[in-house]
């Protein structure tokens, strides 16, 4: 059971309202009553931000149904606020609550560029694409201020050196420029994640994300100025969101993406009981028939962690599902793969002085 909303916080925009305690914590936090009837200042709960200077940045992974092998997180925990996001459970490791503390205490590394020249530069570097987005979100709000992005992008084209993205984040529009600029060389892929084209279904499960019709306008952007673009269903989330899975890839398509894929619902450890809490609080009278529906297509469970089957579900719903978005992805002229990125010309950029290359 959830811990009940700390009455003395005022929230907006917020994907949860509720503090669990994580689950490496030795000890749990329950509120109690004084018995004072001296009502206590209610304060507005505002979005933290600390720094953390790692000693690397780059985070390689050797799981065996994920298409990279290395990826970069310039920020832990996400403004976004998205009540179904898989990445909640990692706020745990830092000793916090992938609840409220997730979407409010936000940690950023502000050196992730000059990290990044760093392991570029050493001589057993092999080059693979880096992904980016693929824990929390790099083009969250708090980047129009920090611009920690810029920097990265900046490093990967001086080493002609690939990258793809996944984000909701319409600050990707301030970095076209640089991201053209690798697309140019054959070196950017972006994917931009839809939901749904419900304005208030995502403003309830994403407060903080852009609306469905702003990302469609980033597609647009991006695909104008010539960035292959993903559009990304997901998660799709039985009841909810899965009627919806043409309409997303028809206005997706018509806003210049090229490629397309989705994901069912995952619901692993902490965001389970998180997303059953959202499900009572803002969808009582279809709660008991989404969650059915989940564990319809997770073995009978929350949530199938196996590889292999957490990105596809399993069972007559999860087949049904990806056939209907096969048969509309094909429909309507998506491409089955995205072209692959150039390795061939990464190196370090030139320096003042050195001698050009004859060929």
Request: proline content about 10%; overall charge positive.
């Amino acid at each position: 059971m959830l811990p009940p909303r700390n009455p003395d916080e005022r929230l907006k925009a917020r994907g949860t309202d509720t503090r669990p305690d994580g689950r490496f914590e030795p000890h749990q936090r329950v509120r109690e009553s004084d018995d004072w009837d001296i009502p206590e200042d209610q304060h507005l709960l505002r979005t933290e931000v600390s720094f953390e200077r790692p000693r690397s940045i780059i985070t390689r992974n050797t799981s065996p149904d994920i298409s990279f092998d290395r990826s970069i997180n310039p920020y832990r925990g996400c403004e976004h606020g998205c009540i179904y996001c898989y990445a909640r459970p990692t706020h745990a490791y830092l000793g916090l609550s992938p609840g409220l503390d997730f979407e409010t205490r936000i940690t950023a590394k502000p050196e992730a560029a000059l990290l990044l020249a760093r392991e570029l530069a050493r001589p057993g570097y092999r080059p693979a694409p880096i992904a980016m987005g693929t824990n929390t979100d790099p083009y969250q709000p708090v980047e129009s201020r920090l611009a920690i992005m810029p920097g990265i992008l900046r490093v990967l084209s001086d080493w002609n050196h690939p990258a793809t993205l996944v984000t909701r984040g319409h600050t990707v529009l301030r970095d076209l420029d640089l991201w053209a600029e690798l697309a140019a060389k054959g070196m950017a892929a972006v994917g931009v994640s839809i939901t749904t084209l419900d304005a208030g279904l995502a403003r309830a499960m994403e407060p903080r994300a852009p609306a469905p019709q702003t990302r469609l306008r980033m597609i647009r952007g991006l695909s104008a100025a010539g960035v292959p673009v993903r559009v990304m269903v997901a998660p799709v989330i039985p009841v909810l969101t899965e009627p919806e899975i043409e309409a997303i890839l028809t206005a997706a398509r018509e806003a210049g993406a090229t490629t397309a894929s989705m994901i069912p619902l995952r619901l692993p450890l902490e965001v389970a009981p998180l997303f059953r809490n959202w499900l009572e609080r803002h969808r009582p009278g279809m709660a008991a028939h989404v969650m059915n529906r989940v564990q319809a297509m997770r073995g009978g469970r929350d949530n199938d962690p196996r590889f292999g089957h957490r990105f596809w579900g399993s069972g007559i719903e999860a087949d049904l599902a990806r056939q209907r978005f096969r048969l509309a992805r094909r429909r309507l002229g998506y491409q089955d793969s995205g072209v692959p990125l150039d390795c061939s010309r990464f190196g370090p950029p030139p320096r003042a002085g050195d001698q050009l290359s004859l060929f």
